[in-house]
């Protein structure tokens, strides 16, 4: 590749789509799409058993589900703050990044070519992604271990926020494609349903369903503080607030009337 093509970017220069796509400065991947894909798996796999050994460490009596939360939001905390963090903070230079998070960009680009243009909606989503929710993501994790209550609240936040963001990333390609024929991803079927479909699907599936859980949890929460605060009402406040009225009337008669009786006797 020329210099000319790699400062201005030029037709069939690069795989993606459109082929007549202008990347200025754009370099190659040379690092060979197993080796990519094996080394995201790997880490993946690495976040998921520190987490595991620290979450037994911690809490040896950890359920299974509480587990898998934890591993899922320590993963989601590398990703979010690290690797989408990356993006936002390179995203003018995207085309000519030649390092491993760089390539692994470009490899998924092939299936969504915003991530090589500046698009304002992807910087802006996935910066928003690595500042709040990549933090956040680390906080709930540990407090899943911790088994402290917060992590519900926290739990429904981040998750509906990455559903949010999900969802929008979703619409705004199909929309683009259906109303201005604005096309982003690479003909080939395994680009669309592979990387833009399933690996994006992962959070709008477990988001949701951990909104499902954390709901339930803080719904029989409030129940419970409800029938409490109930049973402490009716301790206090008297059944029959009639009854209580004549008991105590009749009771001052009967003290007057001895009043009276005593009164006669002297």
């Given at each position: 590749?020329?210099?000319?093509?790699?400062?201005?970017?030029?037709?069939?220069?690069?795989?993606?789509?459109?082929?007549?796509?202008?990347?200025?400065?754009f370099m190659p991947n040379e690092i060979p799409v197993p080796t990519l894909i094996t080394f995201f798996?790997?880490?993946?796999?690495?976040?998921?058993?520190?987490?595991?050994?620290?979450?037994?460490?911690?809490?040896?009596?950890?359920?299974?589900?509480?587990?898998?939360?934890?591993?899922?939001?320590?993963?989601?905390?590398?990703?979010?703050?690290?690797?989408?963090?990356?993006?936002?903070?390179?995203?003018?230079?995207?085309?000519?990044?030649?390092?491993?998070?760089?390539?692994?960009?470009?490899?998924?680009?092939?299936?969504?070519?915003?991530?090589?243009?500046?698009?304002?909606?992807?910087?802006?989503?996935?910066?928003?992604?690595?500042?709040?929710?990549?933090?956040?993501?680390?906080?709930?994790?540990?407090?899943?271990?911790?088994?402290?209550?917060?992590?519900?609240?926290?739990?429904?936040?981040?998750?509906?926020?990455?559903?949010?963001?999900?969802?929008?990333?979703?619409?705004?390609?199909?929309?683009?494609?259906?109303?201005?024929?604005?096309?982003?991803?690479?003909?080939?079927?395994?680009?669309?349903?592979?990387?833009?479909?399933?690996?994006?699907?992962?959070?709008?599936?477990?988001?949701?369903?951990?909104?499902?859980?954390?709901?339930?949890?803080?719904?029989?929460?409030?129940?419970?503080?409800?029938?409490?605060?109930?049973?402490?009402?009716?301790?206090?406040?008297?059944?029959?607030?009639?009854?209580?009225?004549?008991?105590?009337?009749?009771?001052?008669?009967?003290?007057?009337?001895?009043?009276?009786?005593?009164?006669?006797?002297?």
């Amino acid at each position: 590749m020329s210099l000319a093509n790699n400062l201005n970017g030029s037709k069939a220069s690069h795989p993606y789509y459109p082929p007549d796509l202008v990347l200025p400065g754009f370099m190659p991947n040379e690092i060979p799409v197993p080796t990519l894909i094996t080394f995201f798996a790997g880490a993946a796999g690495l976040v998921f058993w520190v987490t595991s050994v620290l979450a037994r460490t911690t809490r040896s009596s950890i359920s299974k589900t509480d587990l898998l939360t934890a591993m899922w939001f320590m993963l989601c905390g590398f990703i979010h703050l690290f690797f989408e963090g990356y993006f936002a903070y390179h995203n003018g230079a995207m085309p000519t990044r030649t390092d491993l998070f760089g390539q692994l960009w470009k490899e998924y680009a092939k299936s969504d070519r915003r991530y090589l243009t500046r698009d304002s909606f992807t910087v802006c989503m996935e910066t928003v992604t690595a500042v709040a929710w990549g933090p956040l993501s680390f906080l709930i994790s540990w407090l899943v271990i911790k088994d402290h209550a917060l992590r519900h609240p926290l739990q429904i936040a981040v998750s509906l926020g990455q559903m949010y963001g999900d969802v929008l990333y979703y619409a705004i390609f199909f929309f683009d494609e259906t109303v201005y024929g604005v096309v982003y991803c690479r003909p080939e079927s395994f680009y669309f349903w592979a990387y833009f479909v399933m690996l994006n699907g992962f959070w709008i599936v477990i988001p949701g369903w951990l909104i499902y859980l954390s709901t339930v949890e803080v719904t029989k929460a409030v129940r419970f503080v409800q029938e409490a605060r109930k049973r402490s009402t009716k301790s206090i406040l008297p059944v029959d607030t009639k009854k209580m009225i004549n008991t105590c009337g009749n009771a001052a008669r009967t003290l007057t009337w001895d009043v009276k009786a005593v009164r006669g006797f002297q």
